[in-house]
């Protein structure tokens, strides 16, 4: 059981930034990867980004490539996305998840633990 707790979500300006922070409590000993998704409604949720907590590894969706960068603090046991260039289809329901075993790291359905999830609007 890992606790996950997003911040740093709300309204931005198509192409400003925004950066989200998700903070872990718990028995985070055994984390394999930090993975950020997302869901608009009336879609699926669908992968951002990730990384191996271990070798700093990251992994993007190509809708963000390039946009977004996520990183992560071992010490403080805090996963940040880092978003800039922001489009209007980024408009999303944003989730912090956690994941034990190594394996694919783009599916919901890897992952351990999820989140609370924090807003990100972006007007045009």
């Known amino acids: 059981q890992v606790q996950l707790v997003e911040s740093g979500g709300g309204l931005v300006q198509a192409g400003g930034s925004l950066r989200l922070s998700c903070a872990a409590s718990g028995r985070t000993f055994s984390t394999y990867a930090m993975g950020w998704f997302r869901q608009a409604p009336g879609k699926e949720r669908e992968f951002v980004a990730a990384i191996t907590w271990r070798g700093g590894h990251t992994f993007y969706a190509d809708s963000v490539k390039g946009r977004f960068t996520i990183s992560g603090d071992n010490a403080l046991n805090t996963v940040y996305l880092q978003m800039s260039s922001l489009k209007p289809e980024d408009t999303a329901s944003y989730y912090c998840?956690?994941?034990?075993?190594?394996?694919?790291?783009?599916?919901?359905?890897?992952?351990?633990?999820w989140g609370q999830g924090t807003q990100v609007t972006v007007s045009s």
């Open positions: 998840a956690e994941k034990r075993a190594y394996g694919a790291l783009r599916y919901t359905w890897e992952y351990d633990s």
